[in-house]
């Protein structure tokens, strides 16, 4: 069988159990999760197993202790993995919620009804734990899951995916409600990308190649997670000192998300005032800064940013800054460099703030927070398949509801169309 | 300049407009409608004129009458245009709504507002009116349109676009907020569907080879208007005389659009005394019939369906029937041959019609009505720029809240995640 057929015969398959499930209920859907956390906790050591020969060879090709510890399954994070399939299982079920009805003038009945999307492809170069999440994610939201993680992380992954069918089996579900792609044929992804008639979406995670090869590979729909190049911008009327604060939390707490904070982007008549005081704490907090001539000329320690990097994402320790001169120029600068992820604005004056959140076309935009607060548990969704980057469909961060589609539904007794 | 340079020029210009088109107010983009409802009726003459131009030549390239028909602007529909606009004009504006707003517990709050998707490119064969209809409902919804229509009503589209365009102009709006691209060149719709950086939804209206050449060659997300396969159960719990009345309706009230019915399914318990009388009713309404050995046997005047018959969109006064052994073999035929797009079941039992609309997975379930309803005006969403039969972003009947999208907008006062 060659690599197209194989594809193909996974994504059948697949296609196959949505009839099954689409008409399980919330209570088996349960049932399989809990079976799925416990059978995590008693298959540990199969995990750690399988999760030593991916961390074996990541060393021999010469995989960085960063990524190295990244892709570990320590017995915390197979503990983690198992409590978070548990909190999926305490979400509400979004299938069969009917999220509006209405009544028409001839009597008929109108409504739209949440259903499961069908396929999902998911296609992410991330930690194992993403395997796990997805797969419970989808699962809950009655859609079946084709995966194909990162070749670093094969084993470990396929691992975890054995555990998920085998439960689903001992509940009576069949295994294919979850699929592995494999990892090893590069052909495979390019195959799957045209089973239109099999897959519903195909969702990628990752960075520019992979996300440009799905963009241009897929006649299935594709709701990206690309980067974030977030802003804050520092307006005249700011507090500056939660201008500071924000500042600094948005770009340290955590830079390696997609939602950390990028560029800063500060009002001329605060520059001399603010620029010393942030410079000074984010050079302690580590954080290392490129920015615009105006910006050196305050802060002479700052090196200088070159065009491109006002469209870098760092996810890193590093910072570019920019003075502007007005809120239009902000706004502007915005617009033309940013990934439309998360941008955010400090502000006490109330007309700048209501301009800013009409004006920014981002998937956040936020007044006086960090932008690390893009987030799905953050905003109270739940749970998260990850970050969207697309406007179509989803936009921002993705929960169980974001998994479903909903289908119109009528009611009658009898009416013709006249 | 080659065709790639002039697509890209327009949709450069398009996407430029997009700042702008954000920023307009309810009161502004009704002042505009209503000015190109007040020039569609001024220059009518004009329009008429480009519009014999398409008629002379589609008589001489041998359009039918029946295409002909559909291609001529009469004085009457030039006002029906007008009064469309008119309409489009009285509908509520969905820019700017927040759906939903929520207080999270470090009382940051966390809602979801619509906003414009941006730049939409609309590739369409359809009567001249759609480039009207689809410029107009783009604009309310704060978005920038690229026009495609068909080479047969070429001078009518442009007639109309530039009709639209000068009453932007008319009123202080950049004309380019609607473009065309033109109809001569067909490599325009191949450079057009690789600008992923201008575009942000492109929808094609059409056939199957304008839909599939859009899903095999765009790196844009794309929702699909395509073909309806609807069917009718008739189950053996039905009232026969509704049945019958909605058969006859769903097939010849209007064949020729996506939701007429395709294929009737008629429980076997009940076959021997419904189908006489709805192949008789259908014989008088000049319907052609064609079906499976069991309907012959019950009824020798209707032709033998081939298995290709299941899976085809007559659009004609033409009807395919199969007798079914049960609910299941019915809702196997629909999942099997059907397009998903509107199914409907007759029946007077309670247990049996729910089951139908949660195991049936298309865009409109219906219960006891004709296919015919599922369309944005009879399902009071207003007005619709089409049918979608893809599941992502928008399912069946697509209003103007369907040109939207949501951004998550987030309000707090110094939150810092931890």
Known sequence: MDCNQQVSAIVQQAKACCVVMRQLGSATKSGVLLEVARQIRSRGDFIQQENRKDLEFGRSKGLSPA???????????????ATGVE??????????EVTRMWRRPNGMQVGRMRVPLGVIA????????????????????????VLRGGSEAAHSNEALISVFRRACVAKGVPAEVVSSLGTTERDA????????????????????????????????PVIKHYEGICHLFVDRAADLEMALRLTVNAKVQ??????????????????????PKVCDALTQAGVQMLGCEETRSICPQVKSATEEDWSTEYLDLILSIRVVRDFDEAVAHIEKYGSHHTDTIVTRDWETAHRF??????????????????DG?????????????????????????ELTTQKFIVFGNGQERT
Chains 1, 2 share one sequence.
Do not use: W
């Open 67 to 81: 990524l190295l510890e990244r892709l570990e399954l320590t017995p915390k994070r197979i503990e983690e993995m």
């Open 87 to 96: 909190e999926i299982v305490a979400l509400p079920d979004p299938v069969g």
């Open 122 to 145: 998911i296609i992410y170069e991330s930690r194992p734990n993403v395997t796990i999440d997805a797969a419970s994610l989808c699962f809950k939201s009655g859609n079946v899951s």
């Open 189 to 220: 992804v390019q195959a799957l990308l045209k089973m239109d008639a099999y897959v519903d979406v195909v969702i990628p995670r990752g960075g520019k190649s992979l996300i440009r090869n799905v963009m241009e590979n897929s006649t299935i």
């Open 254 to 275: 955590r830079p390696g998300t997609c939602n950390a904070l990028e560029t800063l982007l500060v009002h001329r008549e605060v520059a001399a005032e603010f620029l």
């Open 357 to 374: 959140v009409q004006q920014v076309d981002s998937s956040s935009v936020m007044v006086n927070v960090s932008t690390r607060f893009s």
């Open 377 to 401: 548990f953050q905003y109270g969704l739940g749970a998260e398949i990850g970050i969207s980057t697309d406007k179509l469909h989803a936009r921002g961060p993705m929960g169980l509801e």
